[in-house]
């Protein structure tokens, strides 16, 4: 709970962080993403490591690349991001809708470790042989239960800002 708790602080106060200086931020996330990898190749020629050295080279050179790609970008990012944020503080059902399914998420996680506990369990306590497929299907239930859920809030959040869109100053409550 205090977790949860801590993250839910974090992520308000990054979105107000965002909110009044989302273009130096993100600038700022390019150059120390570049200089990261610098730093890796620098590591990579001290420890004299040669796929270190040429896997961070090649990276640093790609996130040069991107960087000075996207460097024009960033204020359209930053557009978008103060659009995406006065649609949130528009309709605050989407944090509620985000946070539900995260909780759902932590007990489907449970509930998966319960199940693969139980099989394993039973397979010891029955000295019965190991079925990969059975594991297998386990796992695909696991992300796939995961994936949909989050698929489930990816798409209300979608709808909540096409509801905006489309909406023209009517205030509706979608959420």
Do not use: Q
């Amino acid at each position: 709970v205090t977790a949860a708790v801590t993250s839910l602080f974090f992520g308000i106060l990054w979105m107000k962080i965002l909110d009044c200086c989302a273009g130096p931020v993100i600038k700022l996330m390019l150059v120390l993403n570049v200089m990261a990898w610098i730093a890796l190749f620098v590591v990579g020629c001290v420890y004299v490591n040669i796929a270190l050295i040429i896997i961070s080279a090649i990276l640093v050179v790609i996130f040069v690349m991107w960087s000075f790609c996207v460097w024009d970008r960033v204020s359209f990012a930053v557009a978008l991001m103060g659009v995406a944020s006065e649609i949130v503080s528009s309709y605050t059902g989407v944090i509620f809708v985000s946070l539900g399914v995260i909780a759902f998420d932590v007990g489907w996680i449970m509930l998966w470790c319960t199940c693969t506990y139980a099989y394993f369990w039973y397979i010891v306590e029955k000295n019965i042989k190991f079925e990969f497929w059975i594991f297998l299907l386990l796992l695909i239930s696991l992300f796939w239960g995961l994936a949909v859920h989050r698929n489930v809030s990816h798409m209300t959040t979608c709808g909540v800002a096409a509801t905006w869109y489309f909406s023209s100053g009517v205030r509706l409550m979608p959420t």
